[in-house]
Structure formats: C-alpha cells, structure tokens
T-cell receptor, first 113, second 115 residues
Framework: KAGVTQTPRYLIKTRGQQVTLSCSPI?????VSWYQQTPGQGLQFLFE???????NKGNFPGRFSGRQFSNSRSEMNVSTLELGDSALYLC????????????FGPGTRLTVT | AQKVTQAQTEISVVEKEDVTLDCVYE???????LFWYKQPPSGELVFLIR????DEQNEISGRYSWNFQKSTSSFNFTITASQVVDSAVYFC????????????WGAGTKLIIKP
C-alpha cells in the first residue's frame, strides 16, 4: 500500500505570495489532517478534513485554509505569506479521525523570504 | 482542557543503556486515546503505538515497551538496550472524544544514543 505523499517537498516563496500544498492519503483513509512544525512551536494542528468537510480547526488565522476532494486528496492554501509561515507542513491520514493512528507524509518544507 | 507534557527536552545515553521517556497527560474525558510517534532525523513521523483509555495493559514490542497508568495520568515509553538507530525525537499525543478527537501533542523529547 502506498504511503502518504505530499507535493511539493520544498518550496521557497516571497512574503505576500500565496502557496498551495497537496496531500494524497493512504488508499481507504478518509481523514486528512494538516500540521505545522517549527522549532519554536513544535507540532501545531491546522485542520482536519473528513469526507470533504472540515471537522476540526486549530488556532490559525484565516490565511490558512484547506479543502478535501471526493477522492480524499487534500490541499492546504496559505495566502499573503509571512516570514513566520516558514515551517515544515505535515499531512497525516487516518481511517476516520484522531482516535486512530495517523500516518504522516514526508512534509513540505516552506521557506518564506 | 487537555494537555500533554513531555518534561524531558533532551536525553542522551550510551548505546545499550535502557531509557525511559516520560509522558503525562491531562483530560477530563473518560474516552481518550494516547499515542507515541517517532521522528527520526529524516523528518517523517512514524506511528509507534496507540492506547485507548479503557485498556491499561502494558505493551511490549521488541525492545520497546509502554507503561500506561491512569492513576498517575502517565503513558511512559521505555527502550531497552538502546541502539544508535533509536536516535530521534519522540512525541506523545492525546485525543479525546470531547474535542472531536483532535490530537494534542507534547513538545517532544529528543533522544540521542551515543555509540
């Protein structure tokens, strides 16, 4: 079974730009969660999607948004990038949510200059 | 509110030593799940174990063992006869029914195994 894939793996953007990250979950998994990981803040939950609906949302500004498609693939978008958005963005899939183990992708390393 | 505390920021031991990583959690819910994940230097988080609040049995998997004690709200992880490949950051996490099973993460413990 293929694991969770994330594209792109690395990204360099300029302040003020927007970015879209993509995540393909493990086949059969309906829940996709996104996390931001930085050295200072650790792992922070962004949001979770299940069956194309946002089920949980973390404490991030509205510049961070996401969506999930009917095939469970998910995208997250960050608009008006700030320097502080530089981080490793991790996507995780699970059967149906946080009560199950999550399987993580390799992450997208975003650098904002 | 739920919370996960991993008080040990960094632990350094010599290969073959046993090491225990501590995890203390807070929750008011009676239905919750606890997890351990490993993040090696390559960066990809790897699932290690999941425990639900109704199953306090300890678990052993090879050199890894987990001690779940509801009385002390702890879910500690022990590596026996550590190896260099065990070097990684280890995260403990909690999800509870009241919060729609949103995962709450500890800050992680960086484990360094010296040859």
């Amino acid at each position: 079974k293929a694991g969770v894939t994330q594209t792109p793996r690395y990204l360099i953007k300029t302040r003020g730009q927007q970015v879209t990250l993509s995540c393909s979950p493990i086949s059969g998994h309906r829940s996709v969660s996104w996390y931001q990981q930085t050295p200072g803040q650790g792992l922070q939950f962004l949001f979770e999607y299940f069956s194309e609906t946002q089920r949980n949302k973390g404490n991030f500004p509205g510049r961070f948004s996401g969506r999930q498609f009917s095939n469970s693939r998910s995208e997250m978008n960050v608009s008006t990038l700030e320097l502080g958005d530089s981080a490793l963005y991790l996507c995780a899939s699970s059967l149906s949510g946080g009560q199950y183990e999550q399987y993580f992708g390799p992450g997208t390393r975003l650098t904002v200059t | 509110a739920q919370k996960v505390t991993q008080a040990q920021t960094e632990i350094s031991v010599v290969e073959k030593e046993d090491v225990t990583l501590d995890c203390v959690y807070e929750t008011r819910d009676t239905t919750y799940y606890l997890f351990w994940y490993k993040q090696p230097p390559s960066g990809e988080l790897v699932f290690l174990i999941r425990r639900n609040s109704f199953d306090e049995q300890n678990e052993i998997s090879g050199r890894y063992s987990w001690n779940f004690q509801k009385s002390t709200s702890s879910f500690n992880f022990t590596i026996t006869a550590s190896q260099v490949v065990d070097s990684a950051v280890y995260f403990c996490a909690l999800s509870e029914a009241e919060s729609n099973y949103q995962l709450i993460w500890g800050a992680g413990t960086k484990l360094i195994i010296k040859p």
